[in-house]
């Protein structure tokens, strides 16, 4: 981002460099943005093309497979890493995680699997043979890829990443492809028979969900249908892409209801659990905490058996899974990337996390309108049975039935229907018993919170008068109003057999990270149904007894939550705006006009103003005050005089320190004037009318202005001030009720608190009656008499001329003259001569041409004339004797016409 | 008397305009009291509003706090605190801290303080101090006399959270203190740009509606969504963020985000303030 340049003038300088400073940081984090997406990320080159492969080893028919290649950047060799996609999806979707990668400087393969988006073949669930052989294939067209880095001849190095379906494919191509160097399988199974017959229970609802996806995929695409077409017939309806043998093990499971042996040896050996001892590549192994398909036993029966092999694995459990969605792709693709740029690039600094992390959800941020996460993490993975503690439960034997058609079921978990289980985290997930169809126990309120990482255990009694029972054991959360939440919103389900004269069985419950809280309760459910599973059909009574202690529950003390994750700039802004402060606060400070040390000499002296300008404001060459030079000695009363226009209010604020001359000095007992010089302490002052607090009372106003002065309540000599005020009961009104007078003499009264060494009165007898006119210079006379010092500024010289010893006449900022109030006026006596009738300027000259008459000049209402020797009655004379209709001859003391006679006599 | 003396005896610098004489100066004004009654009268107003039109339930399946504001005392001062955490309370943090220098100016009294003198940044520091402090009772007033009105009419109990569930009295008693605090802390940006623009102008009302129109453009702006993360930026974004602690499990990302973004444009501000005013001709 570049700013616009900008032409400076000199005296708006600094203003700008504030506001273009604070704008900066305003908009920091955007021109970093900005700056970030200028720059350009490299263009990732992308090539799709068919790739063709034995149907199995060794056979003569063919599958296609549509591939897509991406590398970005320079032409170097780079380790590759593919891409696997989940069950129902396509290449398609992996690629803006390719193009990530690839700009990352990966070459990246992204396929779709056998029956899946373009591709041919048929589905065989990560079948070695078949999708498991195609990774091979794949790997081994990188090896002849140019852009990929080998290990050796044929041996590219290449990591896996997947989720779902990928994710298996990533473990089992770890197993049997030797050529692999990491992988990072994502909310995925390491056993599918487990995974969908836990328990020996049929898993019908996602197993349905499956299957189905499977079979819907075949009319979709047009390559694969013709092959597939031909041999439906064989297979039976609905089977779609998949493998006959699968569809028709699905259909078997499905109509019976629960799994068979064979069915569990056709999945297990299509599992990574089959190649366990097998995988001995670094694997980032994440799961979900919401996922009822594939728990998270399943990670931890991958990750035990891959550390048994010896290689790095490191675990996260992230919120959300199958059922809900899976919310934190960008983490987990930043952490899936750190962990490659380890393993394949053999980068060191590479920060690949904890061994352990497990995402916990915190309350609802309303802001974002999503629940909040923060990690918690290990330097081991603790498994799911650590530290165990046991939680005593209490509940006598319970007999429950199990309904004939096994309806209606419990619910714990709609899959698909993720956002019901989502609220799960915030005590808000859908979960249901049917009365006389459960069993529970119940702890005691727990004196202090337990947090639960990994799967509890129970041992319970059961017996089923069918002979047979399947139950569904869950462990709620019970809250102190009673109200109770299912943690993940899972369920373990079990088959006992043999129970019709009782059995004791180890319930081992689904793999949580949760915390119960003091005062909550652990409740054991044991529920004879579930939405999600199959049980039998047959209606049955079952008895179920605690047998032995209660639960014991694994805790993971050592997982320990970081700070929560806040974005930099929660910390940056501030910093930013604090550094953004101070250079605003010390930049652009005013030259001080470095307020020299106190001259001695002149330090008797109460004001000395030397060479003072001030221009107006935005004007180069328009002065309101210019190179005013005088002096006050003490005990002088010194009018400063002039028209309204004149500097004189100027010259009193810059007195004050109100404002700042743009040259020269004002030093007041020595002591260089500016903004707060604490000399200014030694002077009162009363400028341009009075400043009061409206709604407080003149006492109140005036208590409050010494008490903001910070000295002592004794020195203000409050009670003179009062008193020449004179407003007596007047006093404890509010001043908005007061009159201009009164006002005024209060202000004055307030210049005059603390009994300065100098006191500035700006026209005081505004506002003042004849009286206290009077009284005011009296006032004045008296107080200068005491060895301090008063300035009076005024437009009436009659007015400064009673009570001032001293004059200083100032006119369109400059000083006209300065002196003692007789050399001044007395230097000639200014009359005004009133004529009936037009003054000539003729008549003017014949005047002023007399002997003793310094000047005379026309005003309004006849001739004024200063006297320079003449008398009165001597002008007078001569005015008739030139025949001058004059009506009255008086004192002149209008100050404008005093002007204009000292004008006039120095021209 | 000696006049070699750089002040007047007993003036010290430090001393000039004491909090406490700041306060007694800023009290008495008709707009304090009236600010102070408005909102100490606001939740009876909204209790006779509850008594006049009984209960109607949630309006389009929304939940939000007024649905569960007749639960308890601590339920309506949350609801109080809700209502008026958007205007209500930005109006005094505005007014007390656009005026405090301006209607300095405005009155004239400004030019005597300094030239008392009392030094300008101790001048800006005392009044900033104060306008605060005024700033903060007003918002801490409004949700005790809510809680102390609530808990008369509505009963002493636990907090229903209009999503479900409930805290503790005490909890969330302890959580509105939180509350209350946050309240204050998002509308420092309102206050330095107010208190910015009344070192700029003489004009009272220039500043305080100067702050509340930036104010509601920001709010505006937060409505634009498709200003997407830009409008983590603005103050007015983080609003509400508090309503994340009335909840079983209080979160604080976003109160902590807010107080950044807040404190951020603060700090600015009010050093523009200082740096202007430091510098400036008092010419009123």
């Keep these: ?907 | 008397m000696s006049t070699a003396l750089e002040s007047a005896p007993g003036y010290r610098a430090r001393r000039t305009l004491p909090l406490r004489v700041e306060a007694a100066r800023q009290l008495r004004r008709r707009r304090t009291l009236v600010v102070g009654a408005v909102l100490a009268v606001l939740p009876f107003v909204l209790i006779a509003a509850f008594a006049i039109g009984g209960h109607d339930g949630s309006r389009d399946g929304r939940v939000s706090l007024i649905d569960t504001a007749t639960a308890s005392g601590v339920n309506f001062a949350a609801t109080a605190l809700f209502v008026s955490a958007g205007f209500v309370l930005v109006v005094p943090v505005a007014l007390f801290c656009g005026d405090t220098v301006a209607a300095e100016a405005g009155w004239s009294s400004l030019r005597y303080l300094l030239a008392a003198p009392v030094p300008r940044t101790r001048l800006l520091l005392s009044k900033l101090v104060v306008a605060l402090a005024f700033s903060a009772a007003a918002v801490a007033l409004l949700p005790l006399v809510a809680l102390a009105a609530g808990t008369v009419a509505y009963g002493w109990g636990p907090l229903h959270i209009p999503t479900g569930g409930t805290l503790p009295a005490g909890t969330a008693a302890a959580r509105l203190a939180a509350i209350t605090g946050y309240v204050l802390v998002s509308q420092l940006a309102t206050a330095a740009l107010a208190f910015w623009l009344s070192t700029v102008t003489d004009a009272p009302l220039g500043a305080v509606g100067g702050a509340m129109g930036l104010t509601i453009v920001g709010n505006v702006l937060d409505a634009i969504t498709a200003l997407g993360h830009w409008r983590d930026f603005l103050p007015a974004h983080w609003q509400y963020a508090w309503a994340d602690v009335l909840q079983p499990q209080a979160e604080w990302g976003g109160m902590i985000k807010g107080t950044a973004v807040s404190a951020s444009y603060a700090v600015v501000l009010f050093a523009l303030g200082f740096r202007h005013f430091r510098g400036k001709d008092v010419v009123s």
């Design chain 1, 1 to 907: 981002m570049k700013l616009p340049r900008i032409t400076v003038r000199r005296p708006g300088r600094g203003r700008l460099a504030a506001v273009v400073a604070a704008l900066a940081v305003l908009a920091g984090a955007g021109t970093w943005g900005v700056a970030a997406s200028a720059s350009g990320p490299p263009a990732v080159h992308r090539e799709d093309r068919f790739l063709t492969m034995p149907e199995s080893p060794g056979s003569k028919a063919t599958v296609r497979l549509d591939t897509s290649f991406f590398t970005a950047g320079s032409t170097g060799r780079r380790p590759a890493v593919l891409l696997a996609h989940g069950f129902g999806g396509s290449k398609d979707e992996l690629r803006g995680q390719a193009e990530e990668l690839a700009r990352d400087g990966y070459a990246v393969l992204t396929w779709s699997a056998r029956g899946f988006g373009a591709s041919t073949g048929r589905i065989g669930l990560n079948a070695p043979d078949a999708e498991v052989a195609d990774v091979s294939r794949l790997i081994d067209w990188l090896a002849k890829r140019p852009e990929v880095r080998l290990d050796k001849p044929g041996d590219p190095r290449v990591g896996i990443a997947g989720a779902s379906y990928g994710g298996a494919l990533a473990l089992l191509a770890a197993g049997y492809d030797k050529r692999v160097d990491a992988i990072a399988p994502q909310i995925t199974y390491w056993n599918l028979a487990d995974a969908l017959f836990p328990g020996d229970v049929f898993k019908k609802l996602w197993s349905g969900i499956f299957f189905t996806t499977g079979s819907t995929a075949a009319s979709a695409p047009a390559g694969g249908s013709a092959s597939n077409s031909g041999r439906k017939g064989a297979v039976g309806t609905g089977c779609g892409r998949f493998q006959p043998e699968l569809c028709a093990m699905y259909q078997r499971v499905a109509v019976a209801g629960r799994p068979d042996a064979q069915a569990r040896q056709l999945l297990e050996q299509r599992s990574p659990s089959a190649v366990a001892g097998r995988i001995r590549v670094p694997a980032l192994i994440v799961q979900g905490q919401s996922d009822s398909l594939f728990p998270l036993d399943q990670a931890d029966q991958a990750a035990g058996a891959i550390s048994r092999n010896h290689a790095p694995v490191a675990v996260d459990w992230v919120a959300g899974g199958h059922d809900t969605g899976y919310g934190e792709q960008d983490r987990i693709g930043r952490r899936a990337r750190a962990w490659f740029d380890r393993y394949l690039k053999d980068d060191r600094s590479a920060d690949t996390g904890p061994v352990f992390r497990v995402s916990r959800t915190g309350g609802l941020d309303t802001t974002a309108g999503k629940p909040q996460l923060r990690g918690a993490s290990d330097r081991s993975y603790p498994g799911l049975r650590n530290d165990p503690r046991p939680i005593a439960l209490t509940g006598r034997e319970q007999r429950f039935a199990n309904p004939a058609g096994a309806g209606p079921p419990a619910v714990s978990t709609l899959p698909g229907l993720g956002g019901a289980s989502q609220l799960s985290g915030l005590g808000l997930g859908v979960s249901l018993d049917f009365p006389g169809q459960y069993a529970h126990f119940d702890s005691a309120r727990l004196k202090e919170g337990v947090h639960v990482t990994g799967a509890p255990v129970a041992r319970v009694k059961v017996a089923s008068d069918s002979g047979e029972a399947v139950l569904f054991a869950k462990v709620y959360d019970v809250g102190p109003d009673g109200r109770q939440r299912l943690p993940g919103q899972l369920v373990a389900p079990v088959r006992v057999t043999d129970a019709r004269d009782g059995r004791v069985v180890e319930l081992r419950l689904p793999a949580v990270d949760h915390t119960f809280e003091a005062g909550h309760r652990m409740r054991l459910v044991l529920a004879a149904t579930d939405l999600g599973y199959a049980s039998p059909v047959q209606p049955a009574t079952y008895t179920v007894s605690l047998a032995g202690g209660g639960l014991s529950v694994p805790t993971a003390p050592g997982v320990r939550t970081g700070s929560s994750a806040l974005p930099w700039w929660t910390w940056g802004m501030p910093l930013g705006a604090v550094a953004v402060a101070a250079a605003l606060l010390l930049t652009g400070r005013r030259r001080s006009a470095a307020p020299a040390a106190p001259d001695p000499r002149p330090a008797e002296v109460p004001l000395q103003i030397t060479g003072l300008t001030k221009r107006y404001a935005k004007s180069a060459d328009r002065y309101a005050v210019q190179d005013l030079s005088f002096r006050v000695e003490r005990g002088q009363v010194l009018g400063l005089l002039g028209p309204n226009g004149a500097g004189k209010t100027t010259t009193l604020r810059m007195l004050m320190g109100l404002i700042r001359p743009d040259g020269g000095e004002i030093r007041v007992f020595g002591h260089a004037i500016r903004p707060g010089a604490p000399v200014l302490s030694r002077v009162g002052a009363f400028v341009e009318g009075s400043g009061f607090l409206p709604h407080l009372s003149g006492r109140a106003n005036l208590d409050l202005y010494w008490r903001a002065t910070g000295r002592p309540a004794e020195d203000a000599h409050l009670d003179e001030a009062l008193e020449i005020a004179g407003l007596g009961s007047a006093l404890d009104r509010a001043v908005r009720t007061y009159s201009q007078g009164m006002r005024q003499r209060l202000a004055i009264a307030q210049a005059m608190l603390g009994l300065p060494d100098l006191l500035i009165l700006d026209e005081p007898t505004n506002g003042l009656d004849p009286p206290q006119i009077r009284e005011m210079r009296e006032v004045m006379i008296r107080y200068a008499a005491a060895g301090r010092t008063v300035i009076v500024s005024s437009h009436l010289l009659a007015e400064v001329e009673q009570s001032c010893t001293h004059l200083v006449v100032m006119d369109r900022g400059r000083l006209v003259t300065a002196g003692p109030v007789a050399e001044i006026t007395g230097a000639g006596d200014t009359l005004l001569v009133g004529v009936e009738g037009e003054v000539s300027e003729v008549l003017a000259e014949k005047v002023a041409a007399l002997p003793g008459v310094g000047s005379a000049v026309p005003a309004e209402t006849g001739l004024l004339v200063r006297l320079d020797g003449a008398s009165t009655a001597q002008l007078l004379a001569e005015l008739v004797r030139l025949e001058v209709p004059v009506s009255s001859v008086g004192p002149h003391r209008r100050l404008e016409d005093a002007f204009l006679t000292l004008i006039g006599g120095s021209a």
